[in-house]
């Protein structure tokens, strides 16, 4: 498991182990046996334990014949049913317990480390201050299965009014509503219902949001992408779920949690078993904070359903009865029976203390909590009992049907017979203090940590067992507590409900900090020290007081219902594949074959026939090149003769077409279905089925390239459409709106549409940007900056800087001016979230600017922001580098160009012009923005493209887009009419060979020959004497009228 590391050997060393004798010094020669100090017995009868310890070695042979051969079969958690053991326990074979293995998320820690290592030597060497601007708070949502009162709420809770104290933002999500939804209304957190029928996609932009923390098992369909996830798992019901699809097949299922798995920044446990429960699908993203809520919310919930009296009647125990509990860690070991056999050994004089009580039967019980249930391991401890002297039935072990607990809420005194040093408070231990038991535990130094001996329980060294009687003695009055044990216990059991809050609270401060990444607009949040020391004393359980539990039992029906859906949907597939098998099968096997093969035969004898007969006929044969001709316009044909949609014939005909960019499946539900907005697809993956999306990395190749995608954003759909644009795009207007618009509900109303749209028709602002949504209006600009402050402080910043610095290497100013353009901070707003309509011609020449621009604002940042993914334009890492100043560069192009700038109410359809024209004379920097200017830039940059003459930097631009200049189209022409001389000048030749060739003459055909030519001289006499008749006929005619 990528998450464990084991420092020492794995197996646990046993708990007695004598070293070699000294030379010259027999066994019974020492003055004192280290089994003797081990246990601080004065006196040591050496004949009773040389028999001890013969009995010792039979029942390990009894271990060794019965019971299974590593410890790691055993299933590792005593809390859950047989069924739900049996299904588990086969994913941990080759994992043994004990003192070596520890919980390390090394690969988590070593991230985190390297990452804060490469900001900070960046933030040296970029040479560049960079500034964070704070203007907002960040944000984070909770998403959780449904608001009925559990462990998981309250838990949720204090840390969400923790993190709230901090300054984050916070936002709830859940699937079902419920009473708690007045607790987080209380602490002033608002609280939204997720649709339940996951196939009406979720309606929320995620990327509003610094991260998101889970702990509903539905959410894994949510579509999570660019965003950090959190994901904390608090019980074991996932795990003996996935195990039961791996028994029955369905992988399908266990391949979509393992996605799950792997796609979560991190995986939050509560303690530190549920990890090795997991372990089949750790990526390498697994850590635990310690959290005391689940024992501590069960323990309540019991003590207010059960009375002890009853559980006992019940149970088969008597209220007189003196019932001690012996528990042990939560992990299975080796070594642990030997422990346990030890404290049973310490336990014997304890039958005296109730031996003044006159019953027919003995009084003391002893149970013995154990995840093993097997019969071979109940008669190994009757034997290891019978063998310390406890008469029969007093050491009993406790049945795996019957929870934790169950059998500690009827107990008196529980003991923990471990020795094993875990990494936190061992949560038996924890449930037993919860509810109200006076705990005797090892002085192990997690146990140390919260317990204090005397105070809220007792402690006994765990190398000298001895002395455990002596507590039991001081706690133990006349068969029952002492009154100073009781107060003990109920001490233990008021700071059992607080305990670890600090741990917990302080655990997910410092992780989030760790993995959230703030843009500089973003307020870091407070310290993890100025939390409120009340918030990390004690868990919000006022807040729950008046809550019933009853609705957590509809949680967990909604939870498995969750799971058997997963089943049916998996089956429902399974099922049409093995129906379409069969169908398959069916149809082959109802075939006659005999009929088949005659009507195959007559099939093969008609085609060779018919193709006797085409040899027989003539056929008109063309020119290779009216082949040629007649084969392309079949081509272009299939490509642009598809079948349309009443949408796309609708958008054919209207004077404009907004394109919306998208990443992916999780943004269609904020894309529009009318005619006048079509989908334009940066990722080939995710295009909408039936939608005729645009597909961009098809049109462009750069965006094929994962790193431009993400760097260039939504402005890739700008170069995608722009590339040979007649081929796609028919309409005289061109419009953009991002899919974040429809998520904030911003887009244009039908009102504002029909607006647009008669406003483009008529020409009434001509040449003009039109745009809606505003920059003031951002809640990135709470403060209402001017434009280059604003751009500032979305780019550390270094807006300012990067874009001066790439103007002048885009204008070639080789002196040091000022390059940045004038944008006035009054006169009206500008537009922000590339939402904005143009005529198609001015777009052509904002992508002509854009295109050099970005190649080189690339030029400055590829080579660190490549390899690092750090750029000056944020304070950490960042996919998205050019993606904030690039936003804003519409404005700065139509400003300069002198284009009127419109802004459109998305609601209304209002129009108000922006920056006035006749008051920005003399501001504009009109020469270096125009279209000859530009036109002149690009040809001189295609014509360097164009003789393989690539400057000494990194060069963008040819792979933005179309590179043309004149000797291009010159050079194309030329080669076309020399093409099409070659075509004809090959016909020639072929006619003359054809004309020239030899014919062999035909043999056996000369009598046929005379006999032709014959006739052929007969039909000429005759036509001779045909003519000659005929004048003769005239002139008797003429000379002689009345004849």
Known sequence: ??????????????????????????????????????????????????????????????????????????????????????????????????????????????????????????????????????????????????????AMQLQMVSIAAALKELGYGIEVFSFYDGSVHAVWRAIGIEVNILPVDMKQGFTIDWLDYSGVLVSAVQARLEPFKSIPVIWIIQDQSLAVRLSYYAKNGHSGILNQWKQVFSRTNVVVFTNYLLPIIFSAFDAGNYFVIPSSVPEAWMADNFLAVHNQSNLRINTNYSSEDFLIALVGSQFEYSGMWLEQALVLQGLTQLQNEFGFKNYSYPILKIGLLSGNSSNAYKMSLETIALNFGYPRGIVQQIDGSVDDCSFLGITDLVIYASFLEEQSFPPVLLQAMSLGKLVVAPDLDMINKYIVDGVNGFLYPKDNVGKLMRILHGAISKGELSPLAKQIASLGQRQARNLMVSETIQGYSWLLENILKFPSEISLPK????????????????????????????????????????????????????????????????????????????????????????????????????????????????????????????????????????????????????????????????????????????RLSLLGNSYYRDTLGEFGAFFALANRIDRIHKNAWIGFQSWRVGARKESLSKKAEKALLESIEAQKHGDALYFWVRMDKDPRNPLQQDFWSFCDSINAGNCRFAVSKALRQMYGVTHDLDALPPMPKTGGTWSVMHSWALPTRSFLEFVMFSRMFIDALDAQMYEQHHQSSLCLLNLGKDRHCYTRVLELLINVWAYHSARQIIYVNPETGAMHEQHQLKRRRGKMWIKWFLFSTLKSMDEDLAEESDDSDHPNRRWLWPSTGEVFWQGIYDRERSMRHHQKEKRKQQSKDKIRRIRSRTRQKSLGNHHQKALLNLRESDIQLDLYLFLLILSLYDFVVVSHPMV
Not at 14 to 38: H, T
Request: proline letters at 5%.
């Open 527 to 698: 310290a993890i020290g100025e939390i409120p020391s009340k918030m990390k004393e004690e868990w919000q359980w006022h807040l729950f007081a008046n809550l019933s539990d009853m609705g957590n039992l509809n949680e967990t029906n909604r939870k498995y219902g969750f799971f058997d859906k997963l089943v049916e949907w998996n089956q429902t597939d399974m099922e049409a594949d093995t129906n379409t098998n069969s169908r398959l099968n069916e149809s082959f096997s109802s075939i006659n074959w005999e009929e088949e093969k005659r009507i195959e035969t007559a099939n093969a004898r008609k085609r060779l026939e018919e193709e006797e007969l085409k040899y027989r006929t003539d056929q008109p044969h063309g020119t290779w090149e009216e082949v040629y001709r007649s084969a392309k316009r079949a081509d272009r044909a299939k490509n642009e003769l598809h079948e349309s949609d009443e949408k796309e014939l609708e958008r054919t005909g209207q004077p404009l077409c907004i394109y919306e960019p998208y990443f992916g499946e999780g943004t269609w539900p904020f894309l529009h279905n009318s005619s006048l907005y079509r989908g334009i697809g940066l990722l080939s993956k995710g295009q909408r089925p039936g939608a005729y999306d645009v597909d961009a990395p098809s």
């Open 1 to 150: 498991m990528g998450s464990m590391e084991t420092g020492v050997p794995l197996k646990r060393a046993s708990v007695i182990r004598s070293p070699p004798l000294a030379a010259g010094r027999s066994f019974f020669q020492r003055p004192r046996s280290r089994l003797a100090r081990f246990l601080l017995f004065e006196k040591v009868d050496y004949l009773q334990w040389i028999c001890t310890v013969a009995a010792f070695f039979f029942v390990v042979i009894l271990f060794q014949a019965f019971l299974p051969g590593s410890i790691s079969e055993k299933f590792p958690s005593r809390r859950s049913f047989d069924v739900d053991r049996g299904v588990v326990k086969s994913s941990f074979r080759e994992l043994e317990f004990g003192d070596g293995i520890r919980f390390v998320p090394a690969k988590l820690l070593e991230r985190f480390e390297r990452e804060k290592k490469e900001v900070d030597s960046f933030l040296v060497a970029s040479g560049r201050p960079m500034r964070r601007a704070g203007l907002r708070k960040p944000r984070l949502a909770l998403v959780v299965g449904g608001l009925s009162p559990d």
